[in-house]
Nanobody
Framework: QVQLVESGGGLVQPGGSLRLSCAPSGSIFSINAMGWYRQAPGKERELVAVITSGGSTNYADSVKGRFTISRDNAKNTLYLQMNSLKPEDTAVYYC????????????????WGQGTQVTVSS
């Protein structure tokens, strides 16, 4: 079984910063793309940022220039540095990863974390 455990969420004032982490555990051979998604109350889950195993990144327009996604491939850990936070960034943030559990597995399976709450409020 594979688990993705997010951490780093919390309450922050507008203009502040937070750093989210996502640490996979379990039987993992390799990880392909990893990403952060978020879901605000009453809204659908949306992409925040994704990063490939090679380091290519893609961001939602709403976070470009403010958020930075990165990963430590040696630790299989994913990060999201969030700066200049706005109240509209308030949401539950979810980690997502495409994982190959064994070397003889042909395809990657997609996994989600449980989510971490980020609240931006004065």
């Amino acid at each position: 079984q594979v688990q993705l455990v997010e951490s780093g969420g919390g309450l922050v004032q507008p203009g502040g910063s937070l750093r989210l982490s996502c640490a996979p555990s379990g039987s993992i051979f390799s990880i392909n793309a990893m990403g952060w998604y978020r879901q605000a109350p009453g809204k659908e889950r949306e992409l925040v940022a994704v990063i490939t195993s090679g380091g290519s990144t893609n961001y939602a327009d709403s976070v470009k220039g403010r958020f930075t996604i990165s990963r430590d491939n040696a630790k299989n850990t994913l990060y999201l540095q969030m700066n200049s936070l706005k109240p509209e960034d308030t949401a539950v943030y979810y980690c997502n990863a495409d994982v190959k559990r064994r070397p003889d597995t042909m395809t990657y399976s997609n996994y989600w974390g449980q989510g971490t709450q980020v609240t931006v409020s004065s």
